[in-house]
């Protein structure tokens, strides 16, 4: 018997009603046989059946005793970690992540997973509709977005309404799709100094890491406007101005 959903408190869990749902969603990730995929928040396992039926090696993280326990009596072959999913240690190599995140602590989560050093290779995961838009919109830019960009592709495939969920939440949500670059933007290891050339920007203007005569030749090179905004440039244009620097260095 499945055990029954419970929401912990701060953390905004809402469990998937539908393992037709959670195959469908398995099966757009693109999940293949072999593959190591984690599944964050398992709680119930709608998503953690479906990966085992693709054939995946599972990894499900849970921090609810009850759950986790419920999930190794139905699992024998995932490998079930109880603990917090923003502690647990990532693969040491090649990995995915298909998960329904708590709500509650998405974007700490996705901080943890689109760390340029981590080994992931995609990501679905669904999190509130209004995070998923933000940090999948080409415009207006925010600053994580433009940071995360360097490295990953990040796409909004699909909105779930909140009737799917129990217990239901009070907003609807979004898949948000991660890619990693098969050529990133920005060198992993300039990755402390490509953050703080971001912040300076964001809080600055970009005059403010950019010198006006150079960015003059980057507005035509890059494709944006004299007076633009730094939430008004995308990914690419940011690393732009990011090797316009260095090679002025």
């Known amino acids: 018997m499945a055990v029954r959903p419970r929401q912990r408190r701060g953390r ?21 046989r072999g593959d190591i995929v984690l599944d964050l928040g398992a709680g119930n ?9 693709r054939g995946a090696s599972v990894v499900a993280v849970e921090i609810d005793t009850e759950l986790a326990a419920g999930l190794r009596r139905r699992f024998r072959e995932v490998r079930v970690v109880e603990g917090d999913l923003l502690d647990v240690a ?30 992931l290779e995609s990501a679905d995961v669904i ?13 207006p830019g925010t600053q994580l977005s ?61 005059r403010a890491v950019v010198t006006p005569h150079r960015l003059k030749r980057c507005e035509a090179e890059l494709g944006f406007a004299r007076q633009a905004r730094p939430r008004d440039l995308d990914a690419a244009q940011w690393a732009g101005l990011w090797r316009a620097v260095r090679q002025s260095i």
């Open 127 to 139: 999190i509130e509709w209004s995070v998923a838009f933000k940090r999948a919109s080409v415009w």
């Open 45 to 53: 396992g709608a998503l953690t059946a479906a990966l085992v039926r």
């Open 146 to 206: 433009a940071y995360w960009g360097a490295w990953f592709e990040l796409s909004l495939t699909r909105r779930l309404p909140r009737s799917v969920f129990a217990p239901q939440p009070s907003v609807d949500a979004g898949v948000l799709r991660i890619v990693r670059r098969g050529e990133p933007l920005v060198s992993a290891s300039d990755r402390a100094a490509y953050e703080l050339f971001l912040a300076h920007g964001y809080r600055g203007g970009l």
């Open 90 to 119: 990532f693969p040491r190599e090649r990995f995915k992540v298909v998960a329904n995140l708590p709500f509650g602590c998405a974007t700490a989560t996705l901080r943890r997973l689109l760390d340029p050093r981590t080994l």
């Open 12 to 32: 905004g869990q809402h469990f998937l009603r539908s393992s037709k749902l959670a195959a469908e969603l398995v099966r757009a990730a693109g999940i293949r």
